[in-house]
């Protein structure tokens, strides 16, 4: 009788064993496709639309970079606003940060176009987008340097507004580091 005790015993742990061995393997398999998805995303392919259906926030994020470098602006923006909720805060930090992303590489290219008026816009949007990545995690270097970017492209322009009383010299002085342009090198 003790001897069977310790056989289910046995039999038991062997099972539970067994069962996260399979539940490990799940996961690894789904790991490597989700990494696989990735590679073929950033080697500048699309993946299929069935994939898609059950694929990881990390592998929608990847698409959304995927569109940016292919030029489809409208379909990474819809992409990153529906991953804005999904995932832990380090996820939704990069989901932020890729929004800035997006918003300042439109602000840069309205600049270059002379469209300051669109180019404040996109840049305005970036800023908020850095700023809430930051929010989620404060050791986020490239946010915080592309926050920078941002705000010499085109800082608020409430702290540049003269005061009457100042001189028009003095004003032309303030107002030139208010100046909008492409920021070259580090801060």
């Keep these: 009788m003790r ?3 310790r056989v289910r015993i046995a039999a038991g ?3 539970m064993l067994a069962l996260s061995a399979l539940l490990e393997l799940r996961q690894w398999r789904k790991a490597a ?11 500048g392919h699309d993946i299929a639309p069935e994939r898609l259906a059950a694929a990881s926030p990390q592998v929608l994020l990847a698409r959304a970079v995927y569109f940016v470098r292919h030029e489809r602006y409208g379909d990474a923006l819809e992409l990153l ?3 804005e909720t999904r995932g832990d805060g380090a996820f939704r930090a990069d989901v932020y940060y890729n929004q800035g992303n997006l918003q300042l590489a439109q602000a840069l290219d309205r600049v270059e176009k002379s469209e300051m008026d669109q180019a404040r816009v996109f840049a305005e949007l970036a800023k908020e987008a850095y700023r809430r990545a930051l929010s989620l995690a404060p050791g986020h270097w490239d946010a915080k340097y592309n926050l920078e970017v941002a705000m010499r492209l085109m800082p608020e322009m409430d702290r540049v507004s003269p005061a009457d009383d100042e001189a028009p010299a003095a004003e032309s002085k303030r107002l030139w580091t208010g100046l909008p342009g492409l920021p070259r090198g580090l801060p």
């Design 33 to 43: 496709a989700a990494n696989a998805d990735i590679a073929e995303l950033l080697g």
């Design 81 to 83: 606003n529906l991953l």
């Design 13 to 15: 742990l062997t099972l």
């Design 3 to 5: 001897g069977d005790w």
